[in-house]
């Protein structure tokens, strides 16, 4: 068979691990030299293709692609950009097959989320509707875990595993201070349709008694009096309370619970967060001292503490997606099927990009508490296993040592320049 | 000479390893069996002696004391309480006398920051002004590293990990990301009155065009020209531009930055937070999107990231603490001293409470760079051995393994109950 080139490009939000995709992707790739040629990188994902900016792989030594296992964020950018339909927009998959042609690109790899995954499906149209042969395959990836049919979506993992040891250790420390300082704790995490990190959180409480006292889930309307009725209960009875607070918490009309609907003196809308509204609220209603952090990016950027399984299922897909490629697959996304919880046990099994675009996965309700405060054993026995061992990086003067790629661009062939 | 008992209290915000000297105090005081009877831990610090809520620490095994050493929080409880001075408030000191004598406690260890010191100053003094004979030591502890005399403050060095960490890892996130999506981001570290915190975030940085691109320190005023133009710099030439901004990051007059003088609906104070208010600031004036992050007590708690270094020095300091109290010492510290830099060495000193009591350690000016925004070569020598080392606590089901103490009080001997 002819050796053709392949390309990867990343997607959507970045998360601790999706370099450790990337990482099978160019690996498994070097290993068949017969089949593939050089595996280009888009810069800044599907952008790089449209303005042919790709990075030649190949210039990058062995030790910098086995480097991309240990590094967080997205090694040759990312992006959020996504194609419209093929009947749309003609114009720019006209451009990829051009510079797909130019470069002897024929295979895809599109490592991303429900939206990338959906372009993955698009382009991978190109080669029935347009003529152009090319074998697309999908690399799921993404901290929401909203991806249908996978057990668990890679870079959720390490999130989940960022979440619980922070609600577990930041507890304590509420707990310390509790009798004379701050009694309430407002952690604000990422989620803003599904509760998936917010209950990861519950994994830090071996009791009702310890953190995180209460989870605001976006799935469950938020109730005001019931939420405050709850925070007094575990000040009284516990002396603190630490809440767990999902971005996407919103009230029963789908207002989000961050737009707090204030302006500022010029009239700007101020800015909101999930956390300082609660922290506000709980303050006016029952005067504890209280304290707030929200994680944000570094959430899902704590490579540091990663989960090893997330590691190895992330490195997983990558590999599993050039296996799938050269066994002549077209338009799937390998996923991770769970064989069993206890010991964990999983393998790779696959999906049809048509089926998983644009799907999202909701956690189910059984998951969630009755009083739609915590998380139930299910959700436990789900959740457990995702953030199992540790997967510590190299450090280097005492910080995490990442991969120095040199992301050099290969030469364009093309005349003509794409405007986005 | 006789056995007597030993109290020991930690006092003020927790750190992620003071529960290390806590370790290093009950460990060495059961090496001298001839000298120490019992360790009591103050329930909740000083309020335990002044209750007589004492934990009987011999009731601990040799294995929980030992688990302290990777616990983040206060094991025992801590408290914000500062006892008056003598003349003042004699009723607190002829009640710790009281309960001292009860419990035939001869040893005072106090676990703490500036005004812990000062209160340990003050108990030392019952010694001569009120004739109950008491050795008083000091251990140091404070993320805000503002104790004077000693090197570093045990618990700064694994916040600075920590903050160094972080901002590498969400760096690489939003240079990712920044082509489509984000541009700018702000994460909020402690830090009141002095720049410690933030400064450590500069080690991250191996360059002007790596993050952080600005630190904002509360020694420095905050010129809004001077910033926004930096961080349009930062875009215009890197790509994006990542901020740190400690907490008490404050305007020319004195003003917080957090403090945004607006009310809600309510006429309620509007809750800060530097970063949120410039998030704002650069939205409204240059337009570019943005995330930001409050590491809040996260920072202090996280002991996943402690800095082997810090770990190492907090137990040492809680053992030589016992051993000063052995050889005679009266109101001392034991302290950090630095022999050189590169390879790191230091050996234990001390300094007397009189002396380190209510003084505040503030950072050089010579280590913040000219611009205002940055750290100077002095600084990072000065900061590097702090984070060195990593000392990662085991892991159980995913999550750090904690110390689990039975803290349980040793009977009351007074009939009388004290009122804070």
């Given at each position: 068979?002819?050796?053709?080139?392949?390309?990867?490009?990343?997607?959507?939000?970045?998360?601790?691990?999706?370099?450790?995709?990337?990482?099978?992707?160019?690996?498994?790739?070097?290993?068949?030299?017969?089949?593939?040629?050089?595996?280009?990188?888009?810069?800044?994902?599907?952008?790089?293709?449209?303005?042919?900016?790709?990075?030649?792989?190949?210039?990058?030594?062995?030790?910098?692609?086995?480097?991309?296992?240990?590094?967080?964020?997205?090694?040759?950018?990312?992006?959020?950009?996504?194609?419209?339909?093929?009947?749309?927009?003609?114009?720019?998959?006209?451009?990829?097959?051009?510079?797909?042609?130019?470069?002897?690109?024929?295979?895809?790899?599109?490592?991303?989320?429900?939206?990338?995954?959906?372009?993955?499906?698009?382009?991978?149209?190109?080669?029935?509707?347009?003529?152009?042969?090319?074998?697309?395959?999908?690399?799921?990836?993404?901290?929401?875990?909203?991806?249908?049919?996978?057990?668990?979506?890679?870079?959720?993992?390490?999130?989940?595993?960022?979440?619980?040891?922070?609600?577990?250790?930041?507890?304590?420390?509420?707990?310390?201070?509790?009798?004379?300082?701050?009694?309430?704790?407002?952690?604000?995490?990422?989620?803003?349709?599904?509760?998936?990190?917010?209950?990861?959180?519950?994994?830090?409480?071996?009791?009702e008694?310890?953190?995180?006292h209460i989870?605001?889930?976006?799935?469950?309307?938020?109730?005001?009096?019931?939420?405050l009725e709850r925070v007094d209960f575990c000040v009284k009875n516990y002396?603190?309370c630490?809440?767990?607070?999902?971005?996407?918490?919103?009230?029963?009309?789908?207002?989000?619970?961050?737009?707090?609907?204030?302006?500022?003196?010029?009239?700007?809308?101020?800015?909101?967060?999930?956390?300082?509204?609660?922290?506000?609220?709980?303050?006016?209603?029952?005067?504890?001292?209280?304290?707030?952090?929200?994680?944000?990016?570094?959430?899902?950027?704590?490579?540091?503490?990663?989960?090893?399984?997330?590691?190895?299922?992330?490195?997983?897909?990558?590999?599993?997606?050039?296996?799938?490629?050269?066994?002549?697959?077209?338009?799937?996304?390998?996923?991770?099927?769970?064989?069993?919880?206890?010991?964990?046990?999983?393998?790779?099994?696959?999906?049809?990009?048509?089926?998983?675009?644009?799907?999202?996965?909701?956690?189910?309700?059984?998951?969630?508490?009755?009083?739609?405060?915590?998380?139930?054993?299910?959700?436990?026995?789900?959740?457990?296993?995702?953030?199992?061992?540790?997967?510590?990086?190299?450090?280097?003067?005492?910080?995490?040592?990442?991969?120095?790629?040199?992301?050099?661009?290969?030469?364009?062939?093309?005349?003509?320049?794409?405007?986005?």
């Amino acid at each position: 068979m002819a050796i053709r080139n392949a390309f990867y490009a990343q997607s959507g939000g970045v998360t601790a691990v999706i370099n450790a995709s990337a990482c099978g992707v160019i690996e498994t790739a070097r290993k068949h030299p017969d089949r593939i040629g050089k595996v280009f990188a888009g810069r800044n994902g599907i952008i790089g293709a449209l303005r042919e900016e790709l990075i030649d792989t190949s210039l990058e030594s062995e030790e910098a692609i086995r480097a991309l296992i240990h590094t967080p964020g997205g090694a040759f950018g990312s992006c959020r950009y996504k194609l419209k339909n093929i009947s749309e927009n003609q114009r720019e998959y006209e451009r990829l097959i051009e510079v797909f042609r130019a470069h002897d690109i024929g295979y895809f790899f599109y490592n991303g989320g429900g939206d990338s995954q959906d372009t993955a499906y698009k382009v991978s149209q190109i080669a029935d509707k347009m003529g152009y042969p090319i074998t697309c395959i999908g690399v799921p990836k993404t901290v929401d875990n909203d991806l249908p049919f996978t057990d668990c979506c890679p870079g959720f993992g390490s999130v989940a595993k960022y979440i619980a040891t922070s609600t577990l250790e930041a507890g304590l420390d509420i707990k310390s201070m509790c009798e004379s300082s701050t009694k309430v704790f407002i952690l604000e995490v990422m989620g803003r349709h599904a509760g998936w990190i917010a209950a990861s959180a519950g994994l830090a409480s071996k009791s009702e008694a310890e953190p995180p006292h209460i989870i605001l889930f976006p799935e469950i309307p938020f109730r005001r009096e019931a939420f405050l009725e709850r925070v007094d209960f575990c000040v009284k009875n516990y002396g603190y309370c630490v809440i767990v607070a999902s971005e996407g918490a919103q009230h029963e009309d789908g207002r989000f619970l961050a737009d707090t609907g204030n302006k500022d003196a010029f009239g700007h809308t101020q800015l909101g967060g999930v956390a300082p509204t609660l922290a506000n609220m709980v303050k006016q209603a029952l005067g504890y001292k209280y304290h707030w952090a929200v994680a944000d990016y570094l959430q899902r950027a704590a490579r540091h503490i990663a989960s090893a399984t997330d590691v190895e299922q992330a490195y997983a897909v990558g590999k599993a997606a050039v296996e799938m490629a050269l066994s002549g697959k077209q338009a799937v996304m390998p996923i991770i099927v769970r064989d069993q919880a206890r010991p964990y046990r999983w393998h790779i099994g696959e999906a049809p990009l048509s089926d998983v675009a644009n799907q999202e996965k909701k956690m189910p309700i059984h998951y969630i508490r009755d009083d739609g405060f915590g998380i139930t054993q299910d959700c436990r026995d789900y959740l457990e296993p995702l953030i199992a061992g540790e997967s510590f990086p190299p450090f280097e003067d005492g910080l995490p040592k990442v991969a120095r790629l040199q992301n050099e661009l290969t030469e364009k062939k093309l005349k003509t320049e794409f405007t986005l």
